[in-house]
């Protein structure tokens, strides 16, 4: 049976596992019980690393309760059943028949489990304030979540006094406590509404949804196009309602009927049925991991417009769907002039970039394993992609484009990865010789549309993050897409990628990705002088990295020459310089605190106290390990909150850039890691959505900071610079500056705040 949800009530089934009214109707969870929620748990329990699957940024998800299988399952040799919420199942009992218990009803005389879980927390001895936790504490991602049904929970208390709700972190207050008891006590009842949309917002929506529901085969195939690139989005209307976001999901119903949700497991899956996009709001709270924030807007329909239906292009047949529509897209949608399609994702460009970096799975460990720490992403100008100019040449390309993971067998892992991998290189063959035929390439082969067209991209171990400008030192490497890049990279990490997925799924799916950086790579070796290309790639694929080259990439070209005059010495480092005098305008991120060029190292139109503490700063950064030994002590993201004499505050993202030997394997990091090159690099924002620690800092003390951190050469040191400015979790303002962050978010980028994650957060 099909979900029916109704977008203006869409929680409102949920009514039905309240009890009677009483006097505890007093209670109202949309007033009372939420907040608390948003302000002490969604921190830990959002999106798919949620500790037990349990989702307290919506009733839904706290009706729905827990689950002992965990989503994240690198092992598994069968697929298993996705649990996303708000889209596999609606409402307790039907998320019960799948497999989930709740952490709300009371069982006989023993109180709900969630009571029972914050009666743990709230009894265990207070903590120390800001003091370290006791070591016995496991936190972060190698915690294993018992997720203890109600009758075990007798035996977990006993074996972990010390790990009620919420865990191991400046707890709730005695007046949220009593509140949260009174509810569960009565019975959890739940008032909660669904997200509306305004009058306003209605009525765009229905603009867009006639744009994408239009008749004709040629409507059909650029609704079906801009769907699988756009399902991923929190789209807002431009001048809607703040905190309003919507989703693209595929329907049985049309405009103007209750949403009767298609929830395939992939969205280009077959749908089974005659398919009408729909909009509809996103529900619950707004989390930054999950916030992919894309715009809608008349000037955005009228670009779609001019983009895909101003030229007199046919469709002859509708495509089909099924593996080998999804493994190759550029089949799929053949028919849509690829300079359409190339141009509407350069528009988009770091929303695309971050669907895939900072990805839509909370925890993007498969992407990351093969990426450096810290690179910057350019993109090649349309009319210098022979994909785009080239029909001859884009004839022979597209069957080599074709990308694996439709096929999970387990035992076919290493025959499709040889497959693909012969495809890819044939392709990457074929694209070398033909672009040894053009001109050399010049400054107007980048393309410099937009401030999209700079990027900079920091790995943090597991995540990623994805920032307009660039960022930081010149990076040891950089990626250069071009459409068959970016279109494959797009669909074999966001839309054909399943998180739920087997070994063999997920295996396929990084092995490829290695391809692909590996082809960005390439793509922008060929801007640098032909003699200098293999130097270059001995450099980023050091010790076993030679035996990749020499085993799965295609040979290089390194003998035509670059149309750009560069410094033999230093090559790159001279493209950064010229890029950056060239497309200064373009570059949303000036960093003079990581590239300081003269006796000033801090923004200019700051007060002075900011600029003297980044002036401070700027000592840290693009040091190695080897010389400034407290980098060794740092986790992968922490934030400076650097707080002036007048009020104000500046937050900064101190993130430690890991060096290593090469990236082109799935396993042994460790064996790769060159501790001693390890670099810092700060810079002004939340340049994280797992901050790993927190630094208050008076303004005036930063000079005092930046000394004690050059002149720490070890963990006893280092614990001293915690002791005087760090944000343990027992902190008792922790969440006050933990919240501060969003709050900041919201001050500077309105529209992306979101609820950090703090799985992530170090008992430094």
Same mark, same amino acid.
């Given at each position: 049976? @099909?979900?029916?949800?109704?977008?203006?009530?869409?929680?409102?089934?949920?009514?039905?596992? $309240?009890? $009677?009214?009483?006097?505890?109707?007093?209670?109202?969870?949309?007033?009372?019980?939420?907040?608390?929620?948003?302000? +002490?748990?969604?921190?830990?329990?959002?999106?798919?690393?949620?500790?037990?699957?349990?989702?307290?940024?919506?009733?839904?998800?706290?009706?729905?309760?827990?689950?002992?299988?965990?989503?994240?399952?690198?092992?598994? @040799?069968?697929?298993?059943?996705?649990?996303?919420?708000?889209?596999?199942? %609606?409402?307790?009992?039907?998320?019960?028949?799948?497999?989930? @218990?709740?952490?709300?009803?009371?069982?006989?005389?023993?109180?709900?489990?969630?009571?029972?879980?914050?009666?743990?927390?709230?009894?265990?001895?207070?903590?120390?304030?800001?003091?370290?936790?006791?070591?016995?504490?496991?936190?972060?991602?190698?915690?294993?979540?018992?997720?203890?049904?109600?009758?075990? %929970?007798?035996?977990?208390?006993?074996?972990?006094?010390?790990?009620?709700?919420?865990?191991?972190?400046?707890?709730?207050?005695?007046?949220?406590?009593?509140?949260?008891?009174?509810?569960?006590? @009565?019975?959890?009842?739940?008032?909660?509404?669904?997200?509306?949309?305004?009058?306003?917002?209605?009525?765009?929506?229905?603009?867009?949804?006639?744009?994408?529901?239009?008749?004709?085969?040629?409507?059909? #195939?650029?609704?079906?196009?801009?769907?699988?690139? #756009?399902?991923?989005?929190?789209?807002?209307?431009?001048?809607?309602?703040?905190?309003?976001?919507?989703?693209?999901?595929?329907?049985?119903?049309?405009?103007?009927?209750?949403?009767?949700?298609?929830?395939?497991?992939?969205?280009?899956?077959?749908?089974?049925?005659?398919?009408?996009?729909?909009?509809?709001?996103?529900?619950?709270?707004?989390?930054?991991?999950?916030?992919?924030?894309?715009?809608?807007?008349?000037?955005?329909?009228?670009?779609?417009? $001019?983009? %895909?239906?101003?030229?007199?292009?046919?469709?002859?047949?509708?495509?089909?769907?099924?593996?080998?529509?999804?493994?190759?897209?550029?089949?799929?949608?053949?028919?849509?002039?690829?300079?359409?399609?190339?141009?509407?994702?350069?528009?988009?460009?770091?929303?695309?970039?971050?669907?895939?970096?900072?990805?839509?799975?909370?925890?993007?460990?498969?992407?990351?394993?093969?990426?450096?720490?810290?690179?910057?992403?350019?993109?090649?100008?349309?009319?210098?992609?022979?994909?785009?100019?080239?029909?001859?040449?884009?004839?022979?390309?597209?069957?080599?484009?074709?990308?694996?993971?439709?096929?999970?067998?387990?035992?076919?892992?290493?025959?499709?990865?040889?497959?693909?991998?012969?495809?890819?290189?044939?392709?990457?063959?074929?694209?070398?010789?033909?672009?040894?035929?053009?001109?050399?390439?010049?400054?107007?082969?980048?393309?410099?549309?937009?401030?999209?067209?700079?990027?900079?991209?920091?790995?943090?171990?597991?995540?990623?993050?994805?920032?307009?400008?660039?960022?930081?030192?010149?990076?040891?490497?950089?990626?250069?897409?071009?459409?068959?890049?970016?279109?494959?990279?797009?669909?074999?990490?966001?839309?054909?990628?399943?998180?739920?997925?087997?070994?063999?799924?997920?295996?396929?799916?990084?092995?490829?990705?290695?391809?692909?950086?590996?082809? $960005?790579?390439?793509?922008?070796?060929?801007?640098?002088?032909?003699?200098?290309?293999?130097?270059?790639?001995?450099?980023?694929?050091?010790?076993?990295?030679?035996?990749?080259?020499?085993?799965?990439?295609?040979?290089?070209?390194?003998? +035509?020459?670059?149309?750009?005059?560069?410094?033999? +010495?230093?090559?790159?480092?001279?493209?950064?310089?010229?890029?950056?005098?060239?497309?200064?305008?373009?570059?949303?991120?000036?960093?003079?605190?990581?590239?300081?060029?003269?006796?000033?190292?801090?923004?200019?139109?700051?007060?002075?106290?900011?600029?003297?503490?980044?002036?401070?700063?700027?000592?840290?950064?693009?040091?190695?390990?080897?010389?400034?030994?407290?980098?060794?002590?740092?986790?992968?993201?922490?934030?400076?909150?650097?707080?002036?004499?007048?009020?104000?505050?500046?937050?900064?993202?101190?993130?430690?850039?890991?060096?290593?030997?090469?990236?082109?394997?799935?396993?042994?990091?460790?064996?790769?890691?060159?501790?001693?090159?390890?670099?810092?690099?700060?810079?002004?924002?939340?340049?994280?959505?797992?901050?790993?620690?927190?630094?208050?800092?008076?303004?005036?003390?930063?000079?005092?900071?930046?000394?004690?951190?050059?002149?720490?050469?070890?963990?006893?040191?280092?614990?001293?610079?915690?002791?005087?400015?760090?944000?343990?979790?027992?902190?008792?303002?922790?969440?006050?500056?933990?919240?501060?962050?969003?709050?900041?978010?919201?001050?500077?980028?309105?529209?992306?705040?979101?609820?950090?994650?703090?799985?992530?957060?170090?008992?430094?």
């Amino acid at each position: 049976m @099909s979900l029916r949800l109704i977008v203006s009530a869409v929680l409102a089934l949920i009514a039905s596992t $309240a009890q $009677a009214e009483g006097p505890a109707s007093a209670i109202s969870y949309t007033r009372d019980i939420q907040p608390i929620f948003t302000e +002490k748990c969604v921190a830990c329990h959002a999106c798919y690393d949620s500790a037990c699957q349990l989702n307290l940024g919506s009733a839904e998800g706290a009706a729905r309760g827990a689950s002992k299988v965990p989503v994240y399952d690198g092992e598994r @040799s069968q697929a298993t059943k996705p649990t996303r919420l708000f889209y596999d199942a %609606f409402g307790k009992a039907a998320w019960q028949r799948e497999g989930f @218990s709740s952490v709300l009803d009371a069982q006989g005389s023993q109180a709900a489990l969630m009571a029972r879980m914050l009666e743990l927390g709230h009894r265990r001895a207070p903590l120390q304030p800001n003091a370290k936790l006791p070591a016995d504490i496991v936190l972060g991602l190698n915690r294993e979540n018992m997720c203890p049904l109600p009758g075990e %929970f007798d035996a977990y208390a006993g074996a972990h006094p010390n790990e009620g709700m919420p865990l191991a972190v400046t707890g709730l207050s005695d007046q949220q406590y009593q509140t949260l008891q009174r509810w569960l006590a @009565s019975g959890a009842p739940i008032d909660e509404q669904g997200v509306a949309p305004s009058a306003q917002e209605a009525a765009q929506v229905l603009q867009w949804e006639n744009l994408f529901n239009a008749p004709g085969a040629r409507e059909s #195939l650029v609704a079906r196009w801009l769907f699988e690139h #756009l399902f991923i989005a929190h789209l807002y209307f431009e001048g809607g309602e703040p905190g309003h976001f919507f989703q693209w999901v595929r329907s049985r119903t049309p405009s103007g009927q209750p949403i009767d949700l298609i929830n395939t497991r992939r969205p280009n899956d077959d749908p089974g049925t005659r398919v009408y996009y729909r909009l509809w709001p996103v529900q619950g709270v707004i989390v930054h991991k999950t916030h992919i924030t894309y715009p809608l807007s008349a000037e955005k329909m009228a670009r779609v417009k $001019a983009l %895909f239906y101003s030229g007199d292009w046919q469709v002859s047949a509708l495509p089909g769907y099924g593996p080998g529509r999804r493994a190759n897209p550029f089949e799929t949608f053949e028919a849509i002039p690829a300079q359409a399609r190339y141009q509407f994702m350069l528009d988009n460009a770091e929303y695309f970039v971050r669907t895939f970096i900072r990805g839509p799975v909370c925890r993007g460990q498969i992407a990351t394993d093969v990426i450096r720490d810290n690179f910057w992403a350019l993109f090649q100008a349309p009319e210098h992609d022979l994909y785009i100019t080239d029909a001859r040449y884009r004839g022979q390309t597209t069957p080599l484009l074709a990308m694996p993971g439709q096929n999970d067998d387990v035992g076919s892992v290493l025959s499709l990865w040889l497959k693909y991998r012969d495809k890819r290189n044939q392709y990457e063959a074929l694209r070398r010789d033909s672009y040894a035929e053009l001109p050399a390439p010049s400054w107007s082969t980048l393309w410099a549309g937009n401030d999209n067209a700079l990027l900079s991209i920091f790995r943090h171990f597991d995540s990623a993050s994805v920032n307009k400008g660039l960022i930081g030192e010149v990076p040891q490497t950089m990626w250069l897409f071009d459409f068959p890049l970016l279109e494959r990279t797009y669909y074999q990490l966001v839309v054909n990628f399943d998180v739920f997925g087997n070994v063999s799924h997920q295996a396929q799916t990084r092995l490829y990705f290695d391809l692909i950086r590996n082809g $960005a790579e390439q793509n922008f070796l060929r801007l640098m002088p032909a003699d200098s290309r293999d130097a270059f790639l001995d450099d980023w694929y050091q010790n076993s990295g030679k035996i990749k080259l020499w085993l799965d990439y295609e040979a290089i070209d390194n003998d +035509k020459p670059t149309g750009l005059h560069l410094d033999e +010495k230093d090559p790159k480092r001279d493209f950064a310089n010229q890029l950056l005098t060239r497309y200064g305008d373009l570059n949303a991120s000036p960093d003079p605190i990581n590239r300081c060029t003269g006796a000033y190292c801090s923004r200019d139109g700051i007060e002075p106290a900011l600029q003297d503490a980044e002036q401070a700063l700027s000592r840290l950064t693009s040091r190695p390990a080897a010389g400034l030994k407290v980098i060794d002590q740092l986790p992968e993201a922490t934030v400076l909150r650097v707080e002036t004499s007048s009020g104000k505050r500046e937050v900064y993202s101190l993130l430690r850039n890991r060096a290593h030997s090469n990236v082109a394997f799935l396993l042994g990091e460790a064996y790769r890691y060159q501790p001693g090159l390890d670099t810092l690099t700060i810079y002004p924002g939340v340049l994280s959505s797992y901050p790993n620690f927190m630094f208050n800092i008076p303004a005036r003390e930063v000079p005092a900071f930046v000394a004690q951190m050059e002149q720490a050469k070890d963990a006893a040191q280092f614990e001293k610079i915690v002791d005087h400015w760090g944000i343990r979790r027992s902190h008792p303002l922790f969440w006050q500056y933990f919240h501060d962050l969003s709050e900041y978010i919201r001050e500077t980028t309105p529209v992306e705040e979101g609820v950090l994650d703090m799985n992530r957060y170090e008992n430094l």
